[in-house]
């Protein structure tokens, strides 16, 4: 099968990035903050004002020190070594910063993702640097399950393949009986082994 994993609240705890350092920065900056992260907030800002103005600022150190989850590595391996290929597929560098920054931004972000993936054993076959429709990307590269966090990526691709939806509070509202909802990468396993 071709598995496609998304980086950003897949093989990152987005999340948890956002509920420390997102909310300090929010308070220090007198901003309104949402700690229910619903889906109608941007993964806890209450505005893409508020979303730009932090990750415009913290878009590298993020992209650099972010921890992976635990058994990500792992698990992905044994994918692989079943015999599945598996495509990273991210739009990380197609946010309104990175693109705000011009080509050498995203050029550069690009590095530091492949450079991030090598540094934490993450093994893959391909990488995709998808736009904000992912459902192209993903039909283009055949595949057959989707990892995913992001509802609106969700809402575009499940009637296409089967998407493992990574539990986070700004996707816990989204139930639909075509996604297998995951909380960690034993999950992960668990319901692919089965497919």
């Known amino acids: 099968m071709n598995i496609g994993i998304d980086i950003d609240g897949v093989l990152t705890d987005l999340e948890s990035y956002i509920e420390t350092v997102g909310k300090k920065y929010m308070i220090e900056n007198n901003l309104d903050f949402d700690d229910t992260m619903n889906t109608n907030t941007i993964y806890g800002f209450l505005s893409k004002e508020d979303s730009h103005q932090f990750w415009d600022k913290h878009w590298e150190k993020y992209a650099t020190t972010i921890k992976i989850r635990k058994n990500a590595s792992n698990i992905i391996e ?15 560098t197609y946010d309104n910063q990175i693109i705000k920054g011009g080509i050498k931004r995203q050029e550069n972000m690009e590095k530091l993702i492949i450079k991030w993936l090598h540094k934490n054993n993450i093994k893959y076959d391909k990488i995709v640097f998808s736009n904000l429709n992912k459902l192209k990307d993903c039909l283009d590269n055949k595949i057959d399950i989707m990892i995913e966090d992001s509802v609106s990526n969700i809402e575009q691709l499940k009637n296409f393949m089967k998407i493992l939806c990574f539990d986070a509070k700004y996707n816990q509202s989204y139930a639909n009986s075509q996604i297998y909802r995951v909380y960690n990468w034993d999950d992960v396993y668990n319901i692919i082994s089965k497919f």
């Open 78 to 92: 044994k994918l692989k070594n079943d015999g599945n290929k598996i495509i990273i597929i991210t739009a990380r």
